[in-house]
Structures are given as structure tokens and as C-alpha cells.
């Protein structure tokens, strides 16, 4: 156990709908990291947050957006959703915005029907 | 940019065998960090490793320990002794300079027979 937690475990949606998927960090951890995991992508970077600030993007879609709340922990959230949306979301945390490992949660597996 | 590639889409190795996966990097920022990750059919990902570009030994923890080689840009995974629990899938993943990123490699399927 990473002590970073998501929820839902899994989520099943219809297209154009929105979601949010929810994150806490480790204890302590003032970094929140979100990934996609895809089986076309493979694994990408989406979006970090420091303390409540945006510090980096990635690949993240327009539609997709995110925040960090002043307790740390963090969603994710995903609107007009098409067929390719449908995969494995990581939250990840580390205790510095410069570290030497990033611990991840278990992921959300979001399928769009 | 920075940029991950493993070459070896599945792996076979008996049990008590080591065996190594690869990973070669690209970068150009002359720091960067090196992990691995393992992620079970469960799905969840577990570090398993982590190399800076400044270290002048490499990492090991407990039976894993990462082979780099900076001049040939490759930092690759030996786990000695596997066991059937070591059957997963292995990333390998990078970042660079200042930022916390992680780029990752499409991974390898290691499967541990009796």
C-alpha cells in the first residue's frame, strides 16, 4: 500500500457525459501528479500540482481539467467524454516538487460505453 | 525532450534465475533521474528503484538493483533470484532537470516460470 488512495476504483460512463475522479496524497506529500494509462498512449504525464499550485502539463486534453484543494488531496476532471477516454488514471505523490520517487495510487479505471 | 525505450516486449526467466531487462534513455539535460516501476495484474504501480545521473554507484535495493551505464545511456533492471511473484509488467521511466515528471517506457512482460 503507497498511502495514495483514488476513488472510484472503477467507474463505467456513457460518451459526452463528465466525471471526476478524486485523489489523496501520502501524508505529508505537497506533490500530486496525474497519469493516463492507455493501451494506444501507453503511459502519460497529464498534469502536477505543488501546495495547491499548477507547476507542469503534459499531454492533457482541453476537455480534462484538474485542481488541488488546500487539504492536498486532488480531482481530476473529465467532460464530454469520448470512447478514447477509457483507461487507467493514475494520481501519484511526492513529498517536494523535486524528488527521487513518486508513489502511485491503485488508478481509477474509467470506461466510456 | 526526453524519451524511454525498452526494447523487449515479453521476458521469460525460471525461478532462482536473475534476469535483465533493458532500458536506454535520450536526453540532453545532464541531470536526470532513473526509475522502475512494476505493475502487477492488478493494475497498481510499484517503485521499485531509483538512479540519479550524479550517482557514482549503482542503486540497488534488496533484488533489484539498476545496471547504469551513462556513457551507453542505458540503465537497465537485474532482479537476481525471481520468484513467481515477479511476474508483471516493468516500466522503466525518466525525468529530467528540474522537473518531476516522469516519461515512460512501453514497458516489458516479464513472466517467471517453475
Known amino acids: 500500500d503507497s498511502g495514495v488512495t483514488q476513488t472510484p476504483k472503477h467507474l463505467i460512463t456513457a460518451t459526452g457525459q463528465r466525471v471526476t475522479l478524486r485523489c489523496s496524497p501520502r501524508s505529508g506529500d505537497l506533490s500530486v501528479y496525474w497519469y493516463q494509462q492507455s493501451l494506444d498512449q501507453g503511459l502519460q504525464f497529464l498534469i502536477q500540482?505543488?501546495?495547491?499550485?499548477?507547476?507542469a502539463k503534459g499531454n492533457i486534453l482541453e476537455r480534462f481539467s484538474a485542481q488541488q484543494f488546500p487539504d492536498l488531496h486532488s480531482e481530476l476532471n473529465l467532460s464530454s467524454l469520448e470512447l478514447g477516454d477509457s483507461a487507467l488514471y493514475f494520481c501519484?505523490?511526492?513529498?517536494?516538487?523535486?524528488?527521487?520517487?513518486?508513489?502511485f495510487g491503485p488508478g481509477t479505471r474509467l470506461t466510456v460505453t | 525532450a526526453q524519451k524511454i525505450t525498452q526494447t523487449q516486449p515479453g521476458m521469460f526467466v525460471q525461478e532462482k534465475e536473475a534476469v535483465t531487462l533493458d532500458c536506454t534513455y535520450d536526453t540532453s539535460d545532464p541531470s536526470y533521474g532513473l526509475f522502475w516501476y512494476k505493475q502487477p495484474s492488478s493494475g497498481e504501480m510499484i517503485f521499485l528503484i531509483y538512479q540519479g545521473s550524479y550517482d557514482q554507484q549503482n542503486a540497488t535495493e534488496g533484488r533489484y538493483s539498476l545496471n547504469f551505464q551513462k556513457a551507453r545511456k542505458s540503465a537497465n533492471l537485474v532482479i537476481s533470484a525471481s520468484q513467481l511473484g515477479d511476474s508483471a509488467m516493468y516500466f522503466c521511466?525518466?525525468?529530467?532537470?528540474?522537473?518531476?515528471?516522469?516519461?515512460f517506457g512501453t514497458g516489458t512482460r516479464l513472466q517467471v516460470t517453475l
Open positions: 500540482y505543488y501546495n495547491g499550485e499548477e507547476r
Open positions: 501519484a505523490s511526492s513529498p517536494r516538487d523535486r524528488v527521487v520517487e513518486q508513489y
Open positions: 521511466a525518466m525525468n529530467t532537470g528540474t522537473a518531476s515528471k516522469l516519461t
